[in-house]
């Protein structure tokens, strides 16, 4: 009698969430545990509206445990450490042999937005600071849109501040989008420099460290044939924006090479998408959005923003 091979994936990001569903409608003849550091995948693109009080935080994130199940799926509430030959280290409990293994933890800063309730603790804290002043490392989406909206919750009282490199925002978005973030910015008294003028009550950064695991197109690590890696922890050769629409592309490409490596098929190599669609929100009711040259700002995109989202956290 032939073993079922056994399939781990290490950490809820959003190429495991798209690989999962995609996973949950043609289920492999292999065992399948999903490892993640409990049973919440909060989804940052909800963040903005988690800080400025537009949504309950219970529509900002994901229940990872139910979709496990969905696909028959066992779902293990730990964290992952690293693995070691075919053997996976996890916090407080016994090593896990694997004979696949798939890793999508991110690359989140000491500092950063996660976990995501110890950053809205922060946040809370700030509410009974007289005159916070805090500062943003990072000039990217992320950063932008954090500043924003705590601009929003803090109200005037706040000193709010972006650390940028030659303090530029937005790196690759169009001219015009930069243009008029920057009105946005201006209009709401936040700074962006190259360095911080003053002393800051608390720290956020806002950017997305170094990937940890080289990469091949698909998707295995360069050093290991069945372990791959995907999302911002995954190194590839040319270097790719860091976005979560990428991941959910890279989620898809992965569901077929589990299938595949599991029946000893050749595997697909993933295609980056030459351009994806970006939404930055700027209120409750505004969004700006690009893709590619085209660009637009206004309460059109913000819909269209709501309705991905929603559609994402289903």
Request: glycine share 8%; charged share 20%; with cysteine.
């Given at each position: 009698?032939?073993?079922?091979?056994?399939i781990i994936?290490?950490?809820?990001?959003?190429?495991?969430?798209?690989?999962?569903?995609?996973?949950?409608k043609?289920?492999?003849?292999?065992e399948?545990i999903?490892i993640n550091?409990?049973?919440?995948?909060?989804?940052?693109?909800?963040?903005?509206?988690?800080?400025?009080?537009?949504?309950a935080?219970?529509?900002?994130?994901?229940?990872?445990?139910s979709l496990?199940q969905?696909?028959?799926?066992?779902?293990i509430?730990?964290k992952?450490?690293?693995?070691?030959?075919d053997?996976i280290?996890?916090d407080?409990r016994p090593?896990?042999r694997?004979?696949?293994?798939a890793?999508s933890?991110?690359a989140t800063?000491?500092?950063?937005?996660?976990p995501?309730p110890?950053f809205?603790?922060r946040?809370?804290?700030?509410?009974?600071?007289?005159?916070?002043?805090?500062?943003?490392i990072?000039?990217?989406a992320a950063g932008?849109e954090?500043a924003?909206?705590?601009?929003?919750?803090?109200?005037?009282?706040?000193r709010i501040?972006?650390?940028?490199?030659?303090a530029k925002?937005?790196?690759?978005?169009p001219?015009?989008?930069?243009?008029?973030i920057?009105?946005?910015?201006?209009?709401a008294?936040?700074q962006?420099?190259?360095?911080?003028?003053h002393?800051?009550?608390?720290?956020?950064?806002?950017y997305?460290p170094?990937p940890?695991y080289?990469?091949r197109?698909t998707?295995?690590?360069?050093?290991?044939?069945?372990v791959?890696a995907?999302?911002?922890?995954?190194a590839?050769?040319?270097p790719?924006?860091?976005?979560?629409?990428i991941?959910?592309?890279?989620?898809?490409?992965?569901?077929?090479?589990?299938?595949?490596?599991?029946?000893?098929?050749?595997?697909?190599k993933?295609?980056?998408p030459p351009?994806?669609l970006?939404?930055?929100?700027?209120?409750?009711?505004?969004?700006a959005?690009?893709?590619?040259?085209l660009?637009?700002?206004?309460?059109?995109?913000?819909?269209?923003?709501n309705?991905?989202?929603?559609?994402?956290?289903?």
């Open positions: 009698m032939t073993t079922r091979k056994r994936l290490a950490g809820a990001g959003h190429a495991h969430i798209a690989a999962l569903r995609r996973l949950a043609n289920p492999p003849d292999a399948i999903l550091d409990g049973v919440k995948a909060w989804y940052t693109g909800a963040l903005p509206a988690l800080i400025r009080g537009d949504i935080e219970d529509r900002a994130w994901l229940d990872v445990a496990a969905s696909c028959g799926a066992t779902f509430d730990t992952f450490i690293d693995f070691e030959g053997w280290n996890l407080g090593p896990l694997f004979d696949i293994l890793i933890i991110g800063p000491n500092g950063g937005v996660k995501v110890s809205m603790a946040v809370k804290s700030w509410d009974r600071i007289e005159t916070p002043i805090i500062g943003i990072g000039a990217g932008v954090l924003l909206a705590l601009r929003q919750r803090l109200g005037a009282k706040a501040a972006i650390r940028a490199p030659e925002i937005l790196p690759g978005a001219p015009r989008v930069q243009r008029v920057r009105e946005e910015l201006d209009h008294r936040i962006v420099a190259a360095a911080f003028t002393r800051m009550d608390d720290l956020v950064h806002a997305t170094e940890l080289p990469v197109p998707l295995q690590l360069t050093a290991h044939d069945r791959f995907t999302g911002d922890c995954a590839f050769a040319q790719l924006p860091r976005s979560g629409a991941a959910v592309r890279q989620g898809r490409t992965l569901a077929a090479n589990l299938q595949r490596l599991a029946s000893a098929a050749p595997l697909q993933f295609r980056p351009t994806t970006a939404i930055l929100s700027l209120n409750a009711d505004e969004a959005a690009w893709y590619a040259p660009s637009w700002t206004g309460p059109l995109a913000m819909t269209l923003k309705h991905l989202d929603s559609n994402w956290l289903k």
